[in-house]
């Protein structure tokens, strides 16, 4: 599967963006999914993932409540809707995906997944 991540952008503290990630190739109803985001000198972060098995979904502390992730299979594309952004969410994000059936502590390890986009920049400042 080939996925391609978009949507990033620049807003200000408070604002909202939603990233698209569009698998190609393959069907992204077969795979578990997540959302990693790299800020500059920081390691990779798990932000989100969801499992395709039961829909369970999981999310970062420093983003809970805030963001949001879902899947359109009719699309073949998976959503993080972001609201609140603040500085510190500033990050490339990357969108990744496994055929491995995932448990749930694994679900926003990057090492769980085989399959990654390109990332796309998120700037937040005012």
């Known amino acids: 599967v080939q996925l391609q991540a978009s949507g990033g952008g620049s807003v200000q503290p408070g604002g909202s963006l939603r990233l698209s990630c569009t698998a190609s190739?393959?069907?992204?109803?077969?795979?578990?999914v997540g959302w990693f985001r790299q800020a500059p000198g920081k390691e990779r972060e798990g932000v989100s993932c969801?499992?395709?098995?039961?829909?369970?979904?999981s999310y970062a502390n420093s983003v809970k409540g805030r963001f949001t992730i879902s899947r359109d299979n009719a699309k073949n594309t998976v959503y993080l809707q972001m609201k609140s952004l603040k500085p510190e969410d500033a990050a490339i994000y990357y969108c990744?995906?496994?055929?491995?059936?995932?448990?749930?502590?694994?679900?926003?390890?990057?090492?769980?997944?085989?399959?990654w986009g390109q990332g796309t920049q998120v700037t937040v400042s005012s």
């Open positions: 969801r499992r395709r098995s039961d829909g369970h979904t």
């Open positions: 190739g393959s069907t992204l109803a077969d795979y578990d």
């Open positions: 990744s995906a496994t055929r491995r059936n995932l448990i749930s502590g694994l679900c926003r390890r990057d090492g769980s997944y085989e399959y």
